[in-house]
């Protein structure tokens, strides 16, 4: 089977056939060569055409991070489909309307996510290995891969309330690899660190820059569990939201051979630049900005050291036009705000299924004819020297860990709740955390208020908010879950009767009782204070049977909590400890127990968890349903 020209896969193909047994990807499962994969997603491929898959027919992948996720992906391009990631982690609600939407009739899975999969489309469950069994007989080659064919179809949130799938081309993403090229072209790529889920098309860069050029990826189940990864030392390269790396040299053991890093997300700040500088091995920061629509970037900077003011976006890739116009499509003079319109060899046609919103974002191209370009919503200025300054949105869009959330359609789902009238959604700033912020869901609701709070204006009701966030975790990806309920009488509205989100009010401070479940041990104790100190909570307010997640932690703290447990306790903490133990009092247990054993308590703490996961995602299947 042949790639073709211009295909995000065919470069990886050439490595394969000129150097099978170079490592491709290294993994807590071992090593996977060039070889390997290039074998196993042929026999895949294989499979796929025998199904009956060609060129623009969407295959689902619905594989936890390991290298069969690898072969599944290129397998599907290289049978001349287009490949829809579906993350097992996701709500089955979200997964089943990708999987709708798109009209995908095949997915490819895994024993260990099969049951994650939506029914009604035909499941191909890859062994232990993660290869297809030769086929007796003839096999139907694929058809030629076109660089016009779509590659991948990534789902992005949408201001409609629904989700909407963005197929992006492999003429775009041939495109973005030969810039990489350039950009990259004095970096180190031997050891890229992939922790994006392949929902999100920074994944795409993660594992099809190095893949391309003969490096190799670090596959790891996250951001989080990348500095217990076995591999650490062989990482080179990481692509990363600032919040993301903020967490990562809060934790401390870089990767000692790290010497390149890629932000973007959210804004770069110049203090995160120094600290990367300063406290790692680092020697090219990387500052990158573009959409989903734009094929993961479309500007870049090489922040050098010590450069004077925060840092821009960049200039635009040789493979992007970048305009700065005014609400008349004209461009406006250097130095003044406008909105960023994207155009180039990287822009996507439109939206799947959407013609009026495709025919609303993507517009002709008043300065280049026969062109199109991209209405971003973001509003930057051009500065002396032709790089680009990014000022803010135009629209209600918003990003929250690097995520990309439509407020709109948090809303929405928030207004699908029986226990909400109305609602709106916010983002709120974290001081002691500049990179990063949480969504607060304001809430007109028809149930009872509590007793304390009548004749108030806003209150707090941590009850109803738990079963509020609760229905929501069954509905949508954790990250547009928000971290805060507060209730209102009536939503403030402007004079033509819009909601007017300026006067959304401060969230009043939660109002915690003391716990009915105090420490009772010395370890337990210990713990206690550790969560409250990160947590910014009341020591007597956190019982042992809570969870670092309920009482308002997020995957990013648990670095630092991993770092500070292991400096108290004298015992090797990591991320993953934590996942596996995730109430104090399992905690405590595990660090007492010291010879492997599981107490009483730990076997306790992991039934009620698995309950508790297996309640949620029975409610998501019967809603799906």
């Known amino acids: 089977m042949t790639a073709g020209a211009g295909t995000l896969h065919g470069r990886l193909l050439e490595h ?11 993994s807590d499962t071992g090593v996977m060569t060039y070889g ?8 895949l491929a294989e499979q796929l055409v025998a199904e009956g898959v060609r060129p623009g027919v969407p295959v689902g992948i619905c594989v936890e991070r390991t290298p069969d996720l690898l072969v599944a992906v290129l397998a599907t391009l290289r049978s001349g489909a287009c490949y829809l990631p579906l993350d097992p982690k996701y709500p089955s609600e979200r997964l089943n309307f990708m ?13 260990a996510s099969a049951d994650r999969c939506p029914t009604g489309s035909r499941v191909l469950v890859l062994g232990g290995s993660g290869a297809a069994e030769p086929r007796s007989g003839a096999v139907q080659a694929p058809a030629a891969t076109a660089p016009t064919d779509t590659a991948y179809l990534i789902y992005t949130s949408g201001s409609t309330g629904t989700p909407k799938g963005v197929p992006i081309r492999h003429s775009s993403c041939a495109a973005m690899l030969s810039e990489a090229d350039r950009i990259f072209a004095e970096c180190d790529l031997s050891g890229v660190a992939a922790v994006t889920s392949i929902c999100f098309d920074l994944a795409v860069m993660e594992i099809f820059v190095p893949l391309s050029r003969g490096g190799a990826v670090v596959l790891v189940d996250s951001a989080v569990h990348l500095l217990e990864s076995p591999h650490l030392n062989r990482v080179t390269h990481i692509n990363s939201v600032p919040s993301v790396m903020a967490s990562l040299l809060d934790g401390g053991s870089m990767p000692a051979g790290l010497r390149s890093v890629v932000l973007g997300g959210e804004a770069v700040r110049r203090r995160l630049v120094d600290r990367v500088y300063a406290e790692t091995k680092v020697e090219q920061v990387f500052n990158g900005y573009g959409p989903t629509e734009g094929t993961v970037f479309c500007t870049f900077k090489l922040v050098p050291r010590d450069e004077p003011g925060e840092p821009s976006i960049g200039s ?24 960023l319109y994207l155009g180039g060899e990287g822009l996507a046609w439109g939206y799947l299924n959407r013609p009026g919103l495709t025919a609303e974002r993507f517009v002709p191209d008043p300065h280049l004819d026969g062109e199109r370009m991209y209405r971003t919503g973001d509003i930057g200025r051009f500065l002396p020297g032709g790089e680009l300054e990014f000022i803010g949105r135009a629209d209600h869009q918003v990003k929250v860990r690097g995520y990309r959330i439509e407020l709109e359609e ?29 969504l607060v869901a304001y809430v007109v609701s028809d149930e009872p208020r ?29 990250y547009m879950v928000p971290e805060k309920v507060v209730f209102l009488a009536g939503l403030p509205v402007s004079p033509n009767g819009k909601l007017d989100r300026a006067a959304l009010p401060e969230p009043p401070a939660s109002v915690v009782p003391v716990t009915k479940e105090p420490a009772s041990t010395p370890t337990e104790a210990a713990l206690v204070e550790l969560w409250a ?13 809570d969870t670092f997640f309920d009482l308002g932690g997020d995957s990013l703290l648990l670095i630092r909590l991993a770092k500070q447990m292991t400096r108290r306790f004298g015992t090797r903490v990591g991320v993953s400890d934590l996942f596996r133990f995730r109430e104090i009092t399992a905690l405590a247990g595990w660090l007492d127990n010291g010879d492997g054993a599981e107490p009483d308590a730990v076997t306790e703490a992991k039934r009620r968890a698995m309950t508790r996961r297996s309640m949620v995602r029975g409610r998501g299947r019967q809603q799906a349903g």
């Open 99 to 111: 999987v709708e939407d798109s009209g995908t009739r095949l997915l490819l899975s895994t024993p």
């Open 316 to 339: 635009p890739a040789s493979t992007a036009r970048v305009y700065v116009l005014d609400d008349r499509l004209r461009p406006v003079p250097e130095g003044e705000a406008g909105e």
């Open 450 to 478: 509590p007793a304390d709070s009548e004749g108030e204006d806003l209150w707090l009701d941590e009850a109803l908010q738990a079963r509020i966030t609760k229905r929501l975790g069954a509905l949508v990806p954790d």
């Open 410 to 438: 948090a809303e929405s789902w928030l207004a699908g709740c029986p226990e909400v009238r109305e609602a709106a959604v916010a983002v709120q700033a974290r001081d002691e955390q500049p990179h990063t912020g949480s």
């Open 533 to 545: 100190q990160l947590l910014k909570r009341d020591p007597q307010t956190i019982g042992i049977h």
């Open 36 to 43: 390997d994969l290039d074998q196993r997603s042929a026999l």
């Open 16 to 26: 394969a056939a000129l150097a099978p047994d170079t490592p491709a990807v290294y």
